[in-house]
């Protein structure tokens, strides 16, 4: 049976964080994030949440609940952990947004199975995301190195062409399944940062947060393309089969551009679900 995996936004976050939170200030109208992604505008971090909110939804995932169980109420989440009510709603609205929790107005918030495709408006660590799913990820390194700009990543990054910057090419799996071919490239401020990180076992992004860059924000595109010869060989798929492409460029909470990157996923192991509103036409058509 699954357990309720909360997307780890802040592995990190302990309990002991919650008294420095208020201390600097970080209430519900703050506002730090991190990674989700839109089609066109990616919302690092998903919907403004705080620290607060993912430190609470990091304690409820603690608790190993599995499908159908029912969570507490706001109300007695406000009693357990001292947190407001605005807090304990947002949490929970958190968690119904990434469709790990369903509320059922009159009988509580209830446990429900993962979804099996990420949200084309989230974007959280590859082995979060997986392992949410209840899977097991792992990546292998095939590069990291500083070099030069070229024109077009220095136009992603607003970097000038022959700009250091940190190219980082990884495979990523799930139960050892090849599930993306990702192209990296980072400004050169985050060198010493990405070239020390472990790369394979750990988080990217985790460890650019713990050197203080904070990523929020970004942009992405997604196509469809037909498998190259290297996407063949490390994806264990044929030459000319559809993949599907997600190229993306993120900024910090200054929105400083820091990283664009290239994930090449193969189409029958990935998918991206886009939810949207329809546009109201004129009134006389239909």
Not at 30 to 56: E, F, H, R, Y
Not at 90 to 95: E, G
Not at 182 to 204: C, F, P
Not at 226 to 237: C, G, M, S
Request: charged share 25%; proline share 7%.
């Amino acid at each position: 049976m699954e357990l309720l995996r909360v997307p780890a936004l802040f592995f990190g976050l302990a309990a002991g964080l919650r008294g420095r939170l208020y201390d600097r200030g970080w209430l519900p109208s703050a506002g730090l994030d991190v990674p989700v992604i839109s089609v066109g505008n990616i919302t690092v971090g998903g919907t403004g949440k705080t620290p607060m909110v993912l430190w609470l939804a990091r304690e409820l995932q603690e608790r190993g609940l599995r499908p159908g169980e029912r969570l507490p109420s706001d109300a007695e989440l406000c009693a357990e952990f001292g947190v407001s009510r605005m807090t304990a709603r947002n949490a929970m609205q958190r968690l119904a947004e990434d469709g790990l929790v369903q509320r059922v107005p009159g009988r509580g918030t209830f446990v429900v199975t993962p979804p099996s495709h990420r949200y084309a408006d989230r974007l959280m660590a590859f082995s979060h995301e997986m392992e949410r799913q209840g899977r097991t990820p792992s990546s292998r390194l095939l590069a990291r190195e500083i070099r030069p700009a070229t024109e077009d990543e220095a136009k992603s990054l607003a970097l000038r062409p022959g700009e250091p910057l940190v190219l980082v090419r990884r495979l990523r799996r799930a139960d050892a399944v090849p599930i993306a071919f990702e192209s990296a490239v980072l400004v050169g401020r985050t060198a010493d940062v990405v070239m020390a990180a472990d790369l394979e076992a750990g988080s990217l992004h985790e460890a650019l947060a713990g050197a203080g860059l904070h990523l929020r924000r970004g942009n992405a595109t997604i196509t469809a393309e037909a498998a190259t010869p290297e996407d063949a060989r490390l994806l264990e798929v044929s030459e000319g089969d559809p993949l599907l492409v997600e190229r993306r460029v993120i900024a910090d909470v200054h929105g400083r551009p820091i990283e664009a990157t290239e994930s090449r996923y193969p189409g029958d192991r990935y998918a991206l679900d886009v939810r949207f509103e329809v546009e109201s036409g004129p009134p006389d058509r239909p």
